[in-house]
């Protein structure tokens, strides 16, 4: 009974196993909401992209998201640059490999008092960091992390 059922659950699970192999190949990508206020928390935010990278074929993990909204804006600011020049150019590279996509929010810059030019032209603005990070999860099907 055995024998005979199992060519049919082979006809069953294949199918099935290719759409996975499809939805995992096809993977959106994921959204850090980051909120931090040193640059060592920063860092261990890049590196737990760079991690994930690592971990996946870039075809398999798809996009990396990475929303700042907080105090870390003001460590991307030009007139901070020398001081935080070796986390910013490694946010550049990581965002010219295409390893991760950074934002910020735009609402929180005007907190902190930051301007539009004053940040790095590699930094994409968005009006809302909780809208953006809701809108890539649902437009774009990113998971949160």
């Given at each position: 009974m055995v024998a005979k059922s199992l060519p049919a659950l082979l006809?069953?699970?294949?199918?099935?196993?290719?759409?996975?192999?499809?939805?995992?190949?096809?993977?959106?990508?994921?959204?850090?909401?980051?909120?931090?206020?040193?640059?060592?928390?920063?860092?261990?935010?890049?590196?737990r992209a760079e991690d994930l990278r690592k971990l996946f074929q870039p075809g398999d993990l798809g996009?990396?998201?990475?929303?700042?909204?907080?105090?870390?804006?003001?460590?991307?600011?030009?007139?901070?640059?020398?001081?935080?020049?070796?986390?910013?150019d490694r946010a550049r590279v990581l965002d010219q490999d295409s390893i991760i996509d950074i934002?910020?929010?735009?609402t929180m810059m005007r907190m902190l008092d930051i301007e539009q030019a004053d940040l790095p032209n590699f930094i994409e603005q968005v009006p809302f960091a909780p809208a953006e990070i809701e809108r890539l999860q649902r437009e774009e099907g990113f998971t949160r992390l």
């Amino acid at each position: 009974m055995v024998a005979k059922s199992l060519p049919a659950l082979l006809l069953l699970i294949l199918p099935l196993a290719q759409v996975c192999a499809q939805n995992a190949a096809a993977a959106p990508g994921y959204v850090f909401s980051v909120t931090v206020s040193s640059p060592q928390q920063l860092e261990v935010v890049l590196d737990r992209a760079e991690d994930l990278r690592k971990l996946f074929q870039p075809g398999d993990l798809g996009k990396i998201a990475i929303v700042l909204h907080g105090d870390e804006l003001q460590l991307f600011q030009k007139n901070n640059y020398r001081s935080n020049q070796s986390l910013v150019d490694r946010a550049r590279v990581l965002d010219q490999d295409s390893i991760i996509d950074i934002k910020a929010c735009q609402t929180m810059m005007r907190m902190l008092d930051i301007e539009q030019a004053d940040l790095p032209n590699f930094i994409e603005q968005v009006p809302f960091a909780p809208a953006e990070i809701e809108r890539l999860q649902r437009e774009e099907g990113f998971t949160r992390l």
